[in-house]
């Protein structure tokens, strides 16, 4: 019977049993693809990541990203919490703030911010836009109504991931928010691929969110970096951030479910036209051995 260590780490906070867990396996070579999706419908958290060697030139690792159901494209809290541990675990060359992991999306940049608790940041993969929803459809879906939203269509945005984007009016519209499988086949309308939801409100500080991703087997995630890049660009398009070179602001979400997140946002050049970084605090919880 073997054994193989892996780290749980909490993401996108300072506090443990905040932010939104992750299992993080940092040396996955002999575990088999049919097994990596077993071990993460075990752990049953939002994600689970294998490390193993990169198959792109250039990158430090490969990440495999896995939800208790499927395997992910790209995921930003398990990449995010994947660094940190490569880091902890001495993997990282020392003193090196910039690498690139390697990951089904394609390559995803890594900048360290340090300090005595380093801030781990990811620039955004490329951002495609997809088709605007009904107002009032997506307040029924999420069983609230079309004047808890503001006037603004909801718009499906991808960075790997695909979410609509709605935007509501206040907090409390965000916490009234609620959504299941049903509701999703109704705005999904016979589209096959596997979308989420992220539900949101302008602050003064950024953004109060919410994000449900049913096909996923995640009910609602207390954090998602996939998808803060494409808010910030959403919220850019439609007047309810700064888009200049240099804004930082932040998305809270998670807080609803009793896990507060922070997700940082790094807005580079004028509407993110040199990328827009997401950044984040990570810490450790655990460490155990999988026994197969």
Known sequence: MGGHPYRAVDVFTRHALEGN????FPDASGIEDETMQKIAKELNLSETTFVVPPTREGCLARV???TPTR???FAGHPTIGTAFVLLDEGLVPKGRERFVLDEQVGPVAIRVEPGERPRIWLTTPPISWGACFDRGACAQALGLDAGDLLDIAPQLVSAGNPNIYVPARDKDAVDRAWLD???LRTLKDG???AICVFVFTPTPEGAYSRMFAPEHGVAEDPATGSATGPLAAFMMRHSLVSGVSGT???SEQGTKMGRRSILYVDIRGEQGSDGIDVGG???PVAEGTMKL
């Open 21 to 24: 867990a992750l299992a993080v």
């Open 64 to 66: 495999r990203i896995f």
């Open 71 to 73: 395997e992910m494209l």
């Open 181 to 183: 499988l049903a509701g």
């Open 191 to 193: 589209q096959t691929e």
């Open 248 to 250: 930082r602001f932040f």
């Open 281 to 283: 605090y990570v810490t």
